[in-house]
């Protein structure tokens, strides 16, 4: 009989050898074809973590995302080099429909919810891409209300009339409808109150631990995404200048003086260090 140290060491092993859940590799996108935004971007995401993509305004974080989910055709981008591969499979030449039926779902910046519907009404478009009973239909809307009691409260109410937090919600509410495996979450913070957002990042670690929904989420917010996440990328111009464990990105001086604005020299501007002594720095 196998003792308990050999079967750890094959069950180790097995996880090793099995390919990440998200694979981007090396991939070069161009706007128009002539703007170039991302440069040879490569990450991974395991399945049943949290990996935030980091960096400021401009950097290529939606537009990683919208590679990953295919959207990015919609705004006249290219991919001109490398592949996504998701479970194992080349997915970049797919749809977003038959991405999402696949498990992978994309909450875009900005909420994006339909003003004119009702809170349960958009909800409900979340799980167009399955052939749902009403019953599981029922059983998904239970769901998402036991993680946002406040949709509960409001799904009655026009979204459009409701606040920036619970459109937030009802967006990434929307994406659980369609039972995803893997949501793709762009800027969650973006324009919404402190506790609220606390709030959701909250229920974003819930569903990742008790519904085993790994996430790929972009954040302005270093220091919050930093708490919530297992795993960190930071995207300078298009190009991932520095990825590990969140925690060792928390207490890294870099990270602390130009993300999360203090270091033992007091609150720096991004912009008071040349970018390659930076690189060289973090690349060393």
């Known amino acids: 009989m196998m003792n308990h140290a050999a079967t750890t060491a094959n069950a180790a092993a097995t ?3 099995a390919p990440p859940y998200l694979s981007v590799n090396n991939v070069e996108v161009i706007y128009d074809h002539v703007i170039l935004v991302l440069k040879g971007v490569s990450l991974q995401v395991p399945q049943g ?10 950097a290529g974080k939606s537009t990683t995302l919208k590679t990953i989910s295919t959207l990015l055709r919609g705004e006249r981008g290219d991919v001109t080099k490398g592949e996504v591969q998701f ?3 080349r997915i970049d030449q797919l749809t977003p429909n038959e991405l999402v039926k696949r498990g992978l779902s994309q909450v875009m910046e900005g909420r994006h919810c339909f003003g004119h519907l009702s809170i349960e009404e958009n909800l409900l478009t979340g799980a167009y891409t399955r052939n749902a009973s009403r019953a599981e239909l029922k059983e998904s809307l239970e769901k998402v209300y036991h993680y946002f009691p406040r949709l509960r409260e409001r799904r009655a109410s026009q979204a459009g009339y409701t606040s920036g937090g619970e459109q937030q919600m009802c967006a990434i509410g929307r ?4 039972k995803p495996s893997m949501i793709l979450l762009d800027e969650p913070s973006m324009g919404i109150a402190p506790q609220i957002v606390e709030e959701i990042f909250g229920i974003v670690k819930d569903l990742n631990s008790k519904e085993n929904v790994s996430f790929l989420l972009a954040e302005q917010n270093t220091s919050i995404a930093l708490r919530y996440a297992d795993f960190g990328y930071i995207l300078e111009n298009g190009r991932v200048v520095m990825e590990g464990a969140a925690a060792e990105l928390s207490a890294n001086e870099d990270v602390k003086e130009f993300y999360l604005g203090v270091s033992g020299a007091g609150r720096k501007s991004f912009r008071d260090m040349k970018f390659y002594r930076r ?6």
Do not use: D, F, S, Y
């Open 15 to 17: 996880a090793a050898a």
């Open 49 to 58: 973590k949290i990996v935030a993509l980091l960096g400021a305004n401009g």
């Open 87 to 89: 479970k194992g499979e």
């Open 175 to 178: 994406a659980l409808m369609a």
């Open 279 to 284: 690189r060289k720095r973090w690349l060393a």
